[in-house]
């Protein structure tokens, strides 16, 4: 099992605990982090499980796929570290991984 | 407007309405094997959808997508489907109305309905079936504070009349085919034109993004690579807006905001028409699918039943026991004979493989 912690935007925080495949939306998802609303259900189609990834954390999450970029566009308040959490599948790698979760998704 | 108000009401029809035994509100996967369920059973269809063409949310939000779970193709794309679909009830000869949304459904005199569209469409329908999935697809509308203020009078999500923005200082927002198009076309009339996108890339058409950096570069429009993040005005009149840039922030003055976030899904007129909802979704029967208004149906991912699950075959089972019971009302007198496509000659005859 994977530790992922979200941030919420008046600072708490959650960790949970996902299975490695899993994406982080769905981690979130399956442990009702409010926030993510993962609209079209984890196609890459809407922009609603958008999060920030921390800073430390970029290099492990990787950069945005091409079709991911074109989705953030429909995202609000994008930023460096911006990513679809839809987009980032869950790995040993990411064990410890930390993301906000934006005020707002649209 | 209540059920009672809805079947007591009694409107009047006007002799331009088209007529016809159903319509079908909605062209997703669920709306088009409607027709077909429908027109194995002879009852004639007009399909309606705010889109400009078939799919739903499967030609929308996921053409290029697999889905895995149509029982006998183990993959097949949103875009496939619809297709195979739209070949599948072409001997149906449905008419479909796009690019239109349904707003008013009533109850006329003789126990018909009457609908009426955006696009002044009017309707009379023995039978109404609701596939409308979840909901209508609507622009998104950016969480900018006050934005709401300002719709309609200087924020705006589409141009009904280029002629209405002339003289105007505007600002799109955006990188797709919407943003482009209307960069396109409003800026001969535009006093000053401000694209804003976050990026310096964009989704749209090559050909568009190619004529946008000429106007960019004739110094006709400006291009700003940043995002909107405080609207300035009052009374509905937007006067600047503020820019969050790579460099810190800008401020364009202007009195006019395109913005185009894609879409969203909305139950839009739906909650209107006086029919049981449950949390936001159609309450329906399982033997029929039937809304709690006789002769209106509702199936898809729009409806609610306790085991409900939001799948596309749901949805074609739906559309069957449907048709079964729209019958009824379409040819109250004629006994229905159950039969399969595999051996009835008369349903072979209207699928025009005999």
Redesign the interface.
């Known amino acids: 099992m994977t530790k992922i912690t979200f941030i919420q935007p008046d600072g708490t925080s959650q960790t949970v605990e996902a299975e490695n495949g899993l994406t982080v939306m769905e981690a979130a998802k399956l442990n009702d982090i409010p926030g993510i609303e993962a609209e079209c259900g984890g196609a890459c189609a809407c922009a609603t499980c958008h999060v920030y990834v921390d800073e430390a954390w970029r290099d492990k999450t990787g950069k945005p796929s091409e079709m991911e970029e074109d989705m953030l566009d429909f995202a609000f308040d994008v930023r460096e570290g911006s990513r679809l959490s839809c987009q980032i599948k869950i790995t040993d790698a990411l064990d410890g991984l930390v993301v906000r979760v934006p005020a707002k998704q649209f | 407007m209540d059920v009672t108000s809805l079947t007591a009401a009694g409107t009047s029809v006007t002799s331009g309405a088209i007529e016809t035994d159903a319509v079908i509100i909605g062209a997703g996967p669920c709306g088009l094997f409607a027709v077909f369920e429908l027109g194995l059973l002879d009852i004639k269809a007009h399909v309606i959808d705010i889109l400009d063409r078939p799919g739903g949310q499967c030609a929308e939000?996921?053409p290029e997508?697999p889905i895995y779970d149509v029982p006998a193709i183990p993959v097949v794309t949103g875009q496939e489907l619809t297709d195979r679909l739209m070949e599948q009830i072409k001997p149906f000869g449905a008419e479909f109305h796009f690019s239109e949304r349904v707003e008013t459904l009533t109850r006329t005199q003789d126990g018909r309905f009457h609908l009426t569209t955006d696009a002044g469409t009017e309707f009379v329908a023995k039978v109404v079936v609701v596939a409308a999935g979840g909901g209508s697809f609507t622009p998104?509308?950016?969480?900018l504070n006050g934005i709401e203020n300002y719709e309609g009078k200087s924020v705006f999500y589409s141009v009904r009349r280029i002629e209405q923005m002339r003289g105007r200082d505007i600002v799109i927002v955006?990188?797709?085919d919407s943003a482009l198009d209307w960069t396109l076309n409003l800026q001969p009339v535009a006093r000053s034109l401000t694209l804003v996108?976050?990026?310096d890339?964009f989704?749209a058409a090559p050909h568009s993004v190619e004529k946008m950096r000429k106007l960019v570069a004739d110094g006709d429009i400006r291009l700003l690579i940043g995002?909107v993040?405080t609207l300035e005005g009052a009374d509905g009149q937007l006067t600047a807006v503020e820019v969050k840039t790579a460099d810190g922030t800008e401020r364009i003055i202007c009195d006019a905001m395109l913005p185009f976030?894609?879409l969203?899904?909305k139950l839009g007129p739906v909650a209107e028409w006086g029919l049981n909802l449950h949390e936001n979704l159609i309450h329906v029967d399982t033997e029929r699918f039937e809304t709690s208004e006789k002769g209106i149906f509702a199936i898809g991912d729009i409806n609610w039943y306790p085991g409900k699950l939001k799948l596309i075959l749901s949805g074609f089972h739906e559309a069957a026991l449907m048709a079964q019971a729209a019958h009824k009302i379409v040819y109250p007198d004629k006994k229905l004979l159950f039969q399969y496509t595999t051996s009835s000659s008369s349903l072979q005859k209207k699928l025009g493989v005999k």
């Open positions: 939000l996921y997508k998104k509308r950016p969480p955006g990188g797709g996108h976050r990026r890339e989704r995002q993040t976030f894609g969203t899904m």
